[in-house]
């Protein structure tokens, strides 16, 4: 029973390094999501993906890659990070793109010295 | 753009109480609202959803929402507050067309506090 699975659960890196996120989800779901938080500001979307080869988008791209291979996996990768990607990161995913809700992964901690 | 907003950084109300958490939205078309609870170092966990139908959606752990057209709000009750309902609550809509399909917008966050 393990639905979205977030590893590392905690990170830390100095500024420039590379690192990924991984993200895997055992329901089959076809939309899958990356969410940053940050304290007073809510969730902001980072990238997401509709099936296995296609991503796009969301409101807060820039410094973040992510790929689709697989329906399982989704991970997030930061190319060289910065003290402002310093945050707490939620994976997530749902059945339909529109009226399913998320399930969500229990976060991956992130501080960028 | 589709948004909410929650007007209220934090919500305290004694436990037995009835306690409300506010959402307003903003939306072009038919909403897709949900609710969401985090708690301490933990991920976000579904309560309840409003796609259509029923003004008045009920959820997990007690929690209900009423939809209202007129007044753009979703605002999360429950009847009787208990200490274990103390967490960040978060309101979100979907998008349901063009492009952005399927994204999710969240609000700031309520944290809700029940003191005993």
């Known amino acids: 029973n393990a639905g979205v699975t977030q590893t590392p659960k905690f990170q830390v890196l100095k500024t420039g390094q590379s690192m990924t996120l991984q993200c895997a989800q055992d329901m089959n779901h076809e939309y899958m999501s990356w969410y940053r938080q940050d304290p007073g500001m809510g969730l902001r979307l980072i990238h997401y993906s509709v099936g296995a080869g296609i991503t796009d988008q969301g409101e807060v791209p820039n410094g973040y890659n992510v790929s689709r291979s697989t329906t399982e996996d989704f991970p997030l990768r930061l190319l060289s990070a910065a003290p402002s990607q310093t945050s707490v990161y939620f994976c997530a995913s749902s059945r339909q793109r529109n009226t399913g809700e998320l399930f969500f992964g229990e976060g991956s901690r992130l501080t960028v010295l | 753009a589709q948004s909410v907003a929650q007007p209220e950084d934090q919500v305290n109300v004694a436990e037995g109480n009835p306690l409300t958490v506010k959402c307003t939205y903003s939306?072009?078309?038919?909403?897709?609202l949900f609710w969401y609870v985090q708690y301490p170092n933990r991920g976000l966990q579904f309560l309840l959803k409003?796609?259509?139908?029923?003004?008045l959606v009920k959820g997990s752990y007690g929690f209900e929402a009423e939809f209202n057209k007129s007044q753009t709000s979703f605002h999360l009750k429950k009847p009787s507050a208990l200490v274990s309902d103390s967490a960040l609550y978060f309101c979100a809509v979907r998008d349901i067309r063009g492009s952005t399909l399927g994204r999710l917008y969240f609000g700031r966050g309520t944290q809700l506090t029940v003191w005993p």
């Open positions: 409003y796609i259509t139908g029923d003004n």
């Open positions: 939306v072009s078309g038919n909403p897709y």
